[in-house]
């Protein structure tokens, strides 16, 4: 606590030392929260894929410290519309780094964000 406490002191002392000598100081905003809100669309889709894995995470931006929507299990169907590059998840000796923009194939909702590392075919085909 003591240690947080003297980082805050720190960074308003160097805030107010900035200020006073004409600098501008830009903290930026912590990774979690800048990072889950990317733009997606329903564009073209290479048809329904599957999930390959149990408990695979859907969530809210393709970061895996974005909030978690719900968790789908092998075989479940999706249908993807688009991809962006987000973290990289590791699965067995492959790295992938993309996340696919997916709905639930059978009503469309929920939607969310999955590594492609567990969608059949590699998530979808078409960049967000």
Known sequence: MKSRMRARISLFSSMVLAAALGFAVVIPASPAAASCSHVHSDL????????????????????????????????????????????????????????SWVSLAAHGDPEGWVSD???????????C
């Not at 999930?51 to 092998?74: D, K, N, Q």
Request: hydrophobic fraction near 30%.
């Open 117 to 127: 590392a567990y969608l059949s075919g590699g998530g979808a085909n078409t960049r």
């Open 44 to 99: 073209s889709s290479n048809g329904y894929i599957q999930i390959t894995a149990e408990s695979v995470a859907m969530r809210t931006g393709p970061h895996t410290s974005c909030g978690l929507i719900t968790r789908w299990y092998t075989g479940d169907y999706m249908y993807p519309h688009c991809y962006i590059v987000g973290d990289s998840v590791k699965r067995g000796t492959v790295t992938f780094s993309t996340w």
